[in-house]
């Protein structure tokens, strides 16, 4: 089982010239170079299965070096459902970093299931994650006690990173891709459709720069811009996004007498656990047993920015904080608990962290955000000192000279956003779009985090696969279907 340090949950965060892309023929039988066997995935322990195939792939651990130790990755295709499928799949990419690819699909398949029915699925669990030569830390599962500390964040990473079974350097997004286009070779598929989530549109986007013959479309969901360093500001736009939530709270009649001055609840709530946090007694929401831990402005901070990632989590916030601040921590702590322990469960750290502190944690001084910004934020700058200390025992890694320049291409790309999301806001899908000459960008309103199992997005997916391009799609549907949770007034559900 992997055993994390409870401060972790405070660091997670979610070459060619480009060409014009071309359609494979239907019905193209690739050429497989790995031998593939039966076998099912899931999302995880206590999961339903689904049916793929399965097989390994030898990759170097350094792809410079000829006598490099070999890895082995862990690649699944999960077959279209057509008898005779175009010859181009769908290649989703995980976000973390640190997440299995194939766990994630497995827990998300019905957003993809239009594409499948004319498309196989490829999933391979980036090196360093799911059964990829995961780089787990084995570290006290204990929830800190006391307050946090960037010695105990640097002595974290230092225990992990000396127990990890490979070098961490070669675990980077710009291995990463390499090892992609290795199992598309392997494979026999003359392109791939990717689609990338949270930091997988990271990879997608650097797969594209290096690769733009080998990628027919490409799918960014809940941006992150390759110019910016993932840490300085996701304390801001926290902050923003639960204003926004305040905002539309005060703005709806039910919530607003229910909950009549939810914001100062909440800034009273934080200076009471300032000054004495509380020890709370709740039934892990996973296993049913009670667990003891402390409850202070850290655990609130996790909790909350957890929550709000979704509209359907969202929607209880009003109602937890207010019972918090009468007293009743044990619902928003029994959140806390289990979002964290679901977070970091899906998450390889030792993979997050040769990604953050190779990509992100050298590049944070280029940030326009300052100490007083983050101060001023309910997560305040525990978050970015969490990620400075652990990446001052962390080794650099591999990193291209371009991988944080923005894509510059043609080829047909769909972004997508939530106008809610608290860590990659539609501006950073704009950013992102600067050099993206042939592109789409869709914001859901009302919307977190992720937008690929959201109202008709599943439909518009498939038709920008199927089509190979942006001008004809029909996003009339995201209007007439979507819509913000409405907030619950008690726990038995929504307002009607």
Same mark, same amino acid.
């Given at each position: 089982?992997?055993?994390?340090s409870g401060?972790? #949950?405070?660091?997670?965060?979610?070459?060619?010239?480009?060409?014009?892309?071309?359609?494979?023929?239907?019905?193209t039988?690739?050429?497989a170079?790995l031998?593939l066997?039966?076998?099912r995935?899931s999302?995880?322990p206590?999961?339903?299965?689904?049916?793929?195939?399965?097989g390994?792939l030898?990759?170097?651990?350094?792809?410079?070096?000829?006598?490099?130790?070999?890895? &082995?990755?862990?690649?699944?295709?999960?077959?279209a459902?057509?008898? &005779?499928?175009?010859?181009d799949?769908l290649?989703?990419?995980?976000?973390?970093?640190?997440?299995?690819a194939?766990?994630f699909?497995?827990?998300?398949?019905?957003?993809?299931e239009?594409?499948?029915?004319?498309?196989?699925?490829?999933?391979?669990d980036?090196?360093?994650?799911?059964?990829?030569?995961?780089?787990?830390?084995?570290?006290?599962d204990?929830?800190p006690?006391?307050?946090?500390?960037?010695?105990?964040?640097?002595?974290?990473?230092?225990?992990?990173?000396?127990?990890?079974?490979y070098?961490?350097?070669?675990?980077?997004?710009?291995?990463?891709v390499?090892?992609?286009?290795?199992?598309?070779?392997?494979?026999?598929?003359?392109?791939?459709?990717?689609?990338?989530i949270?930091?997988g549109?990271?990879v997608?986007?650097?797969?594209?720069?290096?690769?733009?013959?080998?990628?027919?479309?490409?799918?960014?969901?809940?941006?992150v811009?390759?110019?910016i360093?993932?840490?300085?500001?996701?304390?801001? &736009?926290?902050?923003?996004?639960l204003?926004a939530?305040?905002?539309?709270?005060?703005?709806?009649s039910?919530?607003?007498?229910?909950?009549? /001055?939810?914001?100062?609840?909440f800034?009273?709530?934080?200076?009471?656990?300032?000054?004495?946090p509380?020890i709370?007694?709740?039934?892990?929401?996973?296993?049913?047993?009670?667990?003891?831990?402390?409850?202070?402005?850290?655990?609130l901070a996790?909790?909350?920015?957890l929550?709000?990632?979704?509209?359907?989590?969202?929607?209880?916030?009003?109602?937890?904080?207010?019972?918090?601040?009468?007293?009743?921590y044990?619902?928003l702590?029994?959140?806390?608990?289990?979002?964290?322990?679901?977070v970091?469960?899906a998450l390889?750290?030792?993979?997050?962290?040769?990604?953050?502190?190779?990509?992100?944690a050298?590049?944070?001084? /280029?940030?326009?955000?300052s100490?007083?910004?983050?101060?001023?934020?309910y997560?305040?700058?525990?978050?970015?000192?969490?990620l400075?200390?652990?990446?001052? &025992?962390?080794?650099?890694g591999?990193?291209?000279?371009?991988?944080?320049?923005p894509?510059?291409?043609d080829?047909?790309?769909?972004?997508?956003?939530?106008?809610?999301?608290? #860590?990659?806001p539609p501006?950073?899908?704009?950013?992102?779009?600067?050099?993206?000459s042939?592109?789409r960008?869709?914001?859901?309103?009302?919307?977190g985090?992720?937008?690929?199992?959201?109202?008709?997005?599943?439909? #518009?997916?498939a038709a920008f696969?199927?089509?190979?391009?942006v001008?004809?799609?029909d996003?009339?549907?995201?209007?007439?279907?979507?819509?913000?949770?409405?907030?619950?007034?008690?726990?038995?559900?929504?307002?009607p």
């Amino acid at each position: 089982m992997k055993r994390r340090s409870g401060l972790a #949950i405070l660091a997670v965060i979610a070459g060619n010239l480009p060409s014009s892309p071309c359609g494979a023929a239907q019905g193209t039988v690739p050429t497989a170079l790995l031998e593939l066997q039966e076998c099912r995935i899931s999302a995880g322990p206590g999961f339903p299965g689904l049916k793929a195939r399965c097989g390994i792939l030898k990759r170097p651990l350094d792809p410079a070096s000829r006598d490099s130790p070999l890895i &082995e990755l862990h690649v699944a295709v999960v077959p279209a459902l057509s008898l &005779e499928p175009n010859s181009d799949p769908l290649v989703p990419l995980a976000g973390g970093p640190g997440q299995s690819a194939i766990e994630f699909y497995a827990g998300y398949a019905q957003a993809f299931e239009q594409i499948r029915r004319e498309r196989d699925v490829v999933l391979v669990d980036q090196r360093g994650t799911g059964k990829s030569v995961p780089l787990d830390c084995e570290l006290d599962d204990e929830l800190p006690e006391g307050e946090f500390s960037p010695a105990r964040a640097a002595a974290d990473a230092k225990e992990c990173l000396d127990a990890l079974p490979y070098d961490a350097r070669f675990f980077t997004t710009s291995v990463a891709v390499t090892d992609l286009e290795a199992v598309r070779r392997a494979l026999g598929y003359p392109a791939f459709n990717v689609y990338g989530i949270s930091y997988g549109t990271r990879v997608a986007q650097h797969y594209a720069r290096r690769y733009p013959e080998a990628t027919r479309t490409v799918i960014l969901d809940g941006v992150v811009p390759p110019q910016i360093a993932l840490g300085p500001d996701i304390a801001i &736009e926290a902050q923003k996004a639960l204003e926004a939530i305040f905002h539309r709270c005060a703005e709806n009649s039910a919530c607003n007498d229910r909950f009549p /001055d939810v914001a100062a609840e909440f800034a009273r709530l934080q200076e009471e656990l300032a000054a004495n946090p509380v020890i709370v007694d709740v039934p892990d929401p996973l296993t049913w047993r009670t667990e003891t831990f402390r409850f202070g402005l850290e655990q609130l901070a996790g909790a909350l920015r957890l929550l709000s990632y979704h509209p359907n989590t969202v929607a209880l916030m009003p109602l937890l904080i207010h019972e918090a601040a009468g007293g009743d921590y044990r619902p928003l702590a029994a959140q806390f608990l289990m979002a964290a322990r679901s977070v970091l469960d899906a998450l390889s750290m030792g993979m997050h962290n040769a990604v953050v502190c190779t990509e992100d944690a050298p590049f944070f001084g /280029d940030e326009d955000v300052s100490r007083e910004q983050l101060e001023a934020t309910y997560m305040g700058p525990v978050q970015l000192d969490s990620l400075q200390a652990m990446c001052s &025992e962390w080794p650099r890694g591999i990193l291209d000279d371009d991988l944080r320049l923005p894509l510059e291409t043609d080829i047909p790309v769909l972004l997508l956003s939530g106008d809610a999301d608290p #860590i990659t806001p539609p501006g950073f899908a704009a950013m992102a779009a600067t050099r993206l000459s042939n592109s789409r960008h869709l914001i859901g309103l009302g919307q977190g985090h992720g937008q690929a199992g959201r109202t008709c997005i599943p439909e #518009i997916m498939a038709a920008f696969v199927d089509a190979a391009s942006v001008t004809e799609l029909d996003e009339s549907c995201l209007a007439e279907r979507q819509f913000a949770m409405p907030f619950f007034l008690e726990y038995t559900g929504p307002s009607p």
